[in-house]
């Protein structure tokens, strides 16, 4: 029946019936009927480039991930209770990708989850309840999440850190408080500062939570040397650190599965979410086995659906199809290819400040000659991708940003498509600087 209302209609209803502050993509918002691939499909037939949608790793609709997890709910879907061969395989998959120490799943299903769930079992190793997390992160949507979440609370309708968050700079070599190749060590002493702070109060650290390229700040890699640095300073006092590999996980960042691994750091607990599921509500917590031991209290964790044989179905689906597709070694040439163009592109048109980003995980900045960031610039960019068939995103704190994140079949002539198409908007009059 929805079929027959207009997109005007649509609108109306959501406007009237649907949560308040839920948002529509676009100044005139689109309607998807169909996915496949790297692509999207609209009402009226349009076909557009995906460069957005890290959920659908493998590609939207991926035929064989469809198929496991069709298969699967006609036969058995219930809950981790029972045993099932689908949760151990599903486990033993994912085992294989993390590094020897992360030897414990905890299966949920939502990045938020999964989050809030880290955070719990370090306040049970630790005792403490003082997290430390970065400037414009965003670690999910509920209670404790938005709480450290600065993406959120210092925000539109937020209200700042509370008592027990707190926050170091956003680790931006390209126009942070620290710039350059060095400024690692500068912003992993901003860590062991808010240490100092928590300690000072007479309490602990908690834990450490940071993306390893950090997503809604704008795709900033974090510079080098930080990550190990700061997780000395962390351990040293007690505090437990995790790597939210939400957006980046899974092969994406192309060098290595996970994106924590570029920094030769193994965290304490690593969170996973969006495309370990292809689009279903996915998400797991791995930890060492000490942090698993003592977040066993006696107190049992359930979770209704976490762990089900159709999302564990699904979940190995996906990690087999990253192998058999070869996804993480396209994810790698393609990126370095495009990230290449995309610098190359930067010389004709100084718009472009910085490229960066791993594998199909990359972003660039709109700037002018003195770096100011351009919103504008860069709404109007991805406004008219869209009217040339290519979705792209804004982000940072400045939302100068443009995100890079497709499904993993993104390919070689997508990539050219997209900096042809690129070229031809960044010449338009109103992508011009003085
Ligand atoms: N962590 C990061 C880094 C995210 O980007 C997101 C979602 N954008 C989440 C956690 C929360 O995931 P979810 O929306 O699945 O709850």
Wanted: overall charge negative; charged content about 20%; proline content about 3%.
């Amino acid at each position: 029946q929805t079929q027959k209302l207009t997109n005007s209609e649509l609108i109306a209803f959501r406007k009237e019936h649907l949560g308040k502050s839920l948002s529509l993509q676009y100044k005139v918002p689109i309607k998807m009927v169909r996915g496949a691939g790297q692509y999207l499909m609209d009402q009226l037939g349009r076909k557009y480039l995906d460069m957005v949608n890290n959920v659908a790793h493998v590609g939207h609709e991926n035929h064989a991930v469809v198929r496991a997890g069709q298969e699967q709910m006609a036969l058995l879907n219930t809950n981790s209770r029972y045993l099932h061969e689908n949760i151990n395989a599903f486990a033993e998959e994912l085992l294989a990708t993390l590094p020897d120490e992360l030897s414990v799943l905890h299966f949920v299903n939502s990045g938020s989850e999964a989050n809030e769930l880290a955070i719990r079992m370090a306040k049970a190793v630790t005792g403490q309840r003082d997290i430390i997390a970065s400037e414009v992160g965003y670690h999910g949507n509920s209670n404790m999440c938005v709480d450290i979440s600065s993406y959120k609370f210092d925000g539109k309708g937020g209200s700042g850190a509370p008592e027990h968050t707190h926050i170091f700079p956003l680790p931006d070599a390209f126009r942070g408080k620290y710039r350059g190749e060095n400024s690692g060590a500068q912003y992993a002493e901003e860590v062991k500062k808010q240490i100092e702070i928590i300690e000072a109060k007479g309490r602990g650290v908690c834990a450490l939570i940071v993306e390893s390229i950090i997503s809604c700040g704008g795709q900033i890699e974090l510079p080098r040397g930080f990550l190990s640095k700061a997780y000395n300073y962390v351990r040293s006092s007690g505090g437990i650190c995790i790597a939210d590999e939400v957006q980046v996980g899974c092969g994406r960042v192309g060098k290595s599965f996970w994106g924590f691994e570029l920094h030769g750091v193994v965290p304490d607990i690593v969170t996973i979410g969006k495309p370990i599921g292809n689009g279903h509500p996915l998400a797991v917590v791995a930890c060492t086995e000490k942090v698993a031991n003592k977040f066993a209290n006696g107190m049992e964790y359930f979770n209704t659906f976490g762990g089900n044989p159709v999302s564990c179905a699904i979940g190995s689906q996906v990690l087999r199809t990253i192998r058999q597709q070869e996804l993480q070694e396209n994810a790698l040439t393609v990126g370095i290819h495009l990230k290449q163009q995309l610098n190359e592109l930067s010389l004709d048109y100084p718009i472009i400040g910085d490229v960066r980003g791993q594998g199909l995980f990359l972003g660039f900045e709109l700037v002018d000659h003195q770096l100011n960031p351009l919103a504008d610039q860069a709404d109007y960019l991805a406004n008219r991708m869209k009217d040339h068939g290519v979705l792209m995103s804004t982000d940072g704190p400045d939302n100068n940003v443009l995100k890079i994140k497709p499904p993993m079949v993104f390919t070689m002539e997508n990539a050219e498509e997209l900096l042809f198409l690129l070229s031809k908007i960044l010449s338009e009059d109103f992508m011009q600087i003085n």
